[in-house]
């Protein structure tokens, strides 16, 4: 059946799940840096979902979520077997690959779920593939092994020092860049605050930095205009325009306040989503 839930894997309890779905239409044709769009209910909001890998033979597509609002919250009520509602996509711009020699691909939280299929692309195509990722602490760590089959190492900083370096990720990223003076890309996928500090560790280094904006987004189509952001002095919409840009071009500092624009609203929601389930 379309759109059905073939299996759910729990990364994190309670936090982060990822979901295996039979969707031949999107899996046909997804590409690294594409996302879907789903629905729950008739009267549900649609939501974006970076697509973390694809197998068209099968033609199921692999989905990463933090349960952070009330969708989120709900579709991680769902179980094998279950039929997701609607199920759009791919959209969005597919990451720009060609093979170009080493592509430095570093990944956070759960962002490290999107940057795999960019990464599983550039290996792909032929580029050494070097992984940098982090989180706060080993047991947050997502796709390492995953990771390691596509790359030529994977480096990883977390916060409390419990796996690798101890530390960000810019700070493994910069000592790796010091040392290697061959990487032609570097692709960012993770909290704004944690791609806005790359782009300030790649600029000395005229490395051709890509940061992906999915983080932003709402309904995915254009329509709303939530995802709006600065590039180059230019009003984009990372849902159609991007999701992908390039670092060097994108106003962080604008697009952290319009990250907050909804927090009230959405903390709302998911305290009337947390009564109705608990009544």
Do not use: W
Request: glycine residues 10%; aromatic residues 4%; charged residues 25%.
């Amino acid at each position: 059946m379309i759109n059905k839930i073939l299996k759910k894997r729990i990364l994190i309890p309670g936090r982060v799940s990822e979901l295996t779905i039979y969707a031949p239409h999107i899996a046909e044709k997804a590409r690294p840096g594409n996302f879907a769009v789903l629905r729950l209910s008739e009267k549900g909001e649609r939501i974006p979902l970076t697509i973390a890998d694809r197998d068209p033979e099968n033609g199921t597509i692999v989905i990463v979520y933090l349960v952070l609002g009330k969708t989120s919250a709900l579709l991680d009520t769902h179980v094998e077997g279950d039929v997701i509602l609607d199920l759009c996509g791919p959209l969005g711009k597919p990451t720009e690959i060609k093979k170009q020699g080493e592509v430095v691909c570093v990944g956070g939280g759960t962002g490290i779920a999107a940057m795999h299929h960019i990464a599983k692309g550039n290996f792909e195509a032929g580029n050494e593939v070097t992984s940098v990722i982090g989180a706060r602490s080993k047991d947050l760590l997502l796709f390492k092994p995953e990771l390691e089959k596509i790359s030529s190492r994977v480096l990883i900083a977390t916060d409390d020092g419990t796996v690798g370096h101890k530390g960000f990720v810019t700070e493994v990223l910069q000592k790796y860049l010091q040392n290697n003076s061959s990487v032609s890309e570097v692709v960012a996928v993770g909290p704004v605050p944690m791609m806005k500090a790359v782009a300030k560790v790649t600029a000395p280094f005229d490395v051709r930095t890509m940061v992906s904006l999915n983080s932003i987004m709402v309904d995915g189509i254009g329509m709303c205009g939530a995802c709006r952001v600065s590039v180059g002095g230019e009003i984009r919409f990372a849902c159609v325009d991007g999701p992908e840009f390039d670092a060097s071009r994108v106003d962080f500092d604008e697009l952290m306040t319009r990250l907050c624009a909804f927090r009230d609203q959405e903390m709302l929601s998911m305290e009337l989503f947390k009564k109705s389930e608990a009544s």
